[in-house]
Structures are given as C-alpha cells and as structure tokens.
C-alpha cells in the first residue's frame, strides 16, 4: 500500500532550484511482521509532525508487513544524516 501525501515539492536558494529528496525506511527489530494500517498511520503522524518542525515535507508513505518506506524531500540548508534523524525527534 503506498499513499502519496504531495505531489511535488521543490526549494529556491538565489537564483538555484533545488529537488532534494531521500528515500527512508524503517524496519523493526528482528524483522518481524507487525507493521499494520494503525502502525503506519502513527508512523505518518509523527513523520509528517517532525517533517514540519524541520521545513521538509513528507511525499510518500509506503507500506510492507515487516517495514514502511517514507520519501521526504528536504531543504539544500540541511544536511542529509539531520534528514534521518527526524525520526528521533518525536
């Protein structure tokens, strides 16, 4: 199941155009099959919260039964390792 959350999203710096994006996936300890639609749900809640405290936004939400894929496109000012650990965040 994949939900996309919005379409394009790009960023200006000067006279520079900007399209960063990264491909983030989250996979449980051991690997086990517990990733159901509240779970993904929460996971898109909280994203989508600590993507706004840090001006990214969240494209796409994938996902599986043992893991969820999140697309976030992110500002040229930030660094790609504060884009990871957003997560932590919330």
């Known amino acids: ?5 919005v379409p394009q999203v790009s960023f200006v710096l000067g006279d520079i155009f900007f ?29 989508a919260g600590a993507c706004a405290d840090f001006e990214c936004a969240l494209l796409e939400l994938g996902r599986e039964r043992d893991h969820v894929h999140l697309l976030v ?12 650990q957003l997560a932590r965040r919330r």
Not at 73 to 84: F, I, K, N, S, T
């Open 73 to 84: 496109a992110y500002p040229p000012e930030d660094r790609l390792v504060q884009v990871g």
């Open 1 to 5: 199941m994949y939900l996309v959350l």
């Open 19 to 47: 399209k960063l994006q990264v491909c983030l996936v989250f996979v449980p300890k051991y690997r086990k099959s517990c990733i159901t639609l509240h779970v993904a749900e929460r996971v898109r809640e909280a994203f």
